[in-house]
């Protein structure tokens, strides 16, 4: 059965308005009360398209995950070397989360308040990953054998790119607040910001310097 427009067009302005309030104010106070009055339907209504907030929080992660999944399928190529898909991923996720960047913090609110919610999540966004970098970590697999690339766990290099995102977009209300950084002096600080991630990554995975194992004990 095709849903008539005017039923898409109202469910769309609800996951809209969800979107919106959840950046906003956060998961605990984007009320289903004040997401049914920015989407400007009844509260009733809200919940004939929605039984439950949950319901509409998976749905606007989810259209924010696949949105950045879309973007790293782009540079998941073989054609481009090793180096070359790693900055790529570093720029693409840094892009993403700028034109999102409350996301990160909605995320760890989850996860750290509603650890259940964020569960039920886990399933969906581990097959995504997987079907997603299975080959390139292979890939990369075979660099660390062939000696062109350091050896390194594959989940500590995943951790090490995100949370170096992550955490540039986390800290960023901070820097505006103590160092009144904003407009063209902001934006010239996060692309030099994105630059220093990928010298470091870079130098993780390709220096010749690297401390010895044993030295990491001590």
């Not at 302005?13 to 906003?24: G, K, R, V």
């Not at 080959?135 to 170096?164: K, P, V």
Request: a neutral charge; proline letters at 3%.
């Amino acid at each position: 059965m095709v849903e008539s427009s005017g039923h898409t067009s109202t469910e769309q302005a609800i996951l809209d308005a969800a979107e919106e309030l959840f950046f906003e104010k956060g998961y605990k106070l984007a009320t289903t009360t004040a997401i049914a009055a920015r989407a400007g339907v009844t509260h009733a209504m809200l919940h004939y398209y929605f039984r439950t907030k949950e319901q509409i929080f998976l749905r606007v992660l989810d259209k924010n995950m696949n949105e950045m999944f879309a973007m790293l399928q782009t540079v998941m190529s073989p054609d481009l070397s090793v180096k070359e898909v790693l900055k790529e991923v570093v720029d693409l996720h840094y892009t993403f989360l700028s034109r999102h960047e409350k996301l990160p913090s909605l995320i760890l609110e989850i996860a750290g308040t509603y650890p259940e919610l964020f569960q039920r999540y886990k399933p969906r966004l581990c097959e995504t990953v997987s079907t997603e970098i299975l080959n390139h970590r292979l890939r990369f697999g075979r660099e660390m054998e062939a000696g062109t690339m350091n050896r390194i766990d594959w989940q500590q290099m995943m951790f090490m790119i995100i949370s170096m995102n992550l955490s540039t977009y986390l800290a960023l209300p901070v820097m505006r607040n103590v160092f009144g950084m904003g407009g063209e002096q902001e934006k010239a600080f996060l692309e030099e910001r994105k630059k220093e991630i990928i010298r470091t990554l870079y130098a993780r995975l390709f220096g010749k310097d690297l401390p010895e194992e044993s030295a990491l004990r001590q």
